[in-house]
Each structure stands twice: as C-alpha cells, then as structure tokens.
C-alpha cells in the first residue's frame, strides 16, 4: 500500500502531462499581447517539466517538492511578483519573468533554469494563466519602468558613499524599522546630530535595533528582512541591482521603492553600503568583529 501511495500521484501527474491540448483558444493577457493556444500548450509542456514540482500542477505553490522549503515557492494564482522591475503592485514585464527564471533566486530554491527563445516565451505566458483575474484582458496594463541614475561615485569616490550611506540607512531611510542596525548608538546618535540638528537620547532608540523585525507580507506567510551580513539577498548581484531593489522595492513583502522619496545619490550611496554589508558574509571573522563593536 505505501508503494501505491506514491505510485498515484506520479501516475496523475504523469497524465497531466500527456495533455498536450490544454488551450483551444488564444489568449490576450496584460499590455495586448496575444498569445496562440499553442504557444500556451508549449508553456504548459515546459511547465510541467521545469516547474510542476515546486509549484503544482495548479500554480499554487504546492508541488511535491515544496513541502518544509522556506522561503515557499511562489503561490502563482495570486498574481504578486516579488522582484519585478515595476513599481509596486503592477504587472511586470516578459523580461523580468526571464531574469528571474534564467538567474533563479539566491538563498532559495528557485534555481536558474536554462530555458531560451520560444520556450521561456511560452512558459512566461502559460505562467500568467495562474491569475487570470491579474493578467487576462486588453484592459490589462503592465507596470511602469525607470530609468537607472548614473552613479555619483563610482570607484574612485567608494569611501565617500559608504560614509554617506550608512547615515541614510540608519537615519534618512530608517531601514533599522524593519531591518537590523550595524552602528553604534553613539555613531547613529551623532548621524541625526549632523542630520536633524539634535542628538538622539537613550530612551530613543527601539530595544529590537539590533534585530530583523518580520514582516506581514502577501503570501501568506511573514516576511523576515534579511540581515545584509548574513542573509543571501535573492536577486542581487551587484550595486547596481541594488540600485535597482530599491528603486522598486519587494513587492507584497512590505519593502517599499525608494525611488524619489531619497535622492538619486542616496540611492547609490545606500546601495554601497548594502553591498559593503553583504561582503561580511563571506568572513564570519570580521563579521563577528563588526557586530561585536556595537554590542550594548
């Protein structure tokens, strides 16, 4: 019996997967793409043999393998994309679908996949037939690109936005309301002196400064804000994709876009930091060095 137990679902899977008709009719998904009923077949033949078994035979995120993962794979049906390069809360474009399915996701279980051409084309669209009720319709409008502020700094000029940065992570931004901090209190004390013109007192700082603060998120699950020393972060890579994640934010995770409420060079200055943060990850030594200077 227990033999039988797993010989079913692979039989059930196994017949999904021998219908090669699906889609009948074209669809018309966000932007005005159209997209023939054997262009979706094609997507739900890669599907199942790239993605079925993380995210299910319904898109749900409940495939075989998901069960203990963490981060979760991605529910499809609710139409919400983490790292899309779009403002938040808008439809991406086929090209983010291609990074993230062609790079995968660091730190989670999201592999690169080496799909190319028609294939990732097609897997993309069949993708979106998850929610329709997000991207089925002529109506339907994909979401709104930036364009990347030219870095202020560069090599040349690193040292200054680490200086600069650490002060908007910890003061301008206030990213220690979700994420840890990585400065003294007297450090951050004096970054709102030169700031705000006044000196933080004791009983202003929050008890949990030194803690990532979880999140309520849109997946169902909460979301926990990585510790830039420890934490792999999913879909960086360099300080330009830094740039570029906050710029948009991370959307339904509670991580808002920072474009236009910092500067263009704070956002830059911010990046270097992050990144500098990152680097601590590949020395626990120094990583242990630095966090033990602002132990209380």
Sequence with gaps: MKNLSILFPLVALLLVSCDSSKFKESKTFAGGKVVSASTLNTGHDTYLEYCVQCHGVNGDGNGPSSKGMYPPPRNLTLGIYKFAN????ELPHDEDFYRIINHGLNGSAMLPWDLKGKRLEAVVDYIKTFAPQVWEGADKTLGTKFEIPKD??????????????????????????CHRGYES???????????NK????????????YQVKPQEGEFNYKVVPPDFTY???RSITDVESIVIRLMYGVNGSGMPGWKDVVTDEELW?????????????????KREELLSKIKE
């Design 86 to 89: 779009v403002v938040g809360g």
């Design 198 to 209: 006044v000196a933080m007192k004791a009983e202003e700082f929050a008890p949990d400064l």
């Design 152 to 177: 202020p700094f560069g090599d040349t000029y690193k040292h200054i936005a680490l200086e600069k940065g650490k002060k908007v992570y910890h003061i301008t931004a206030a990213c220690t309301q």
């Design 269 to 285: 200055a911010l990046a270097y930091y992050v990144d500098y943060l990152r680097e601590f990850k590949e020395h626990p030594s």
């Design 185 to 195: 209190k007297a450090d951050i004390s004096s970054f709102n002196q030169e700031i």
């Design 231 to 233: 934490h792999p972060l």
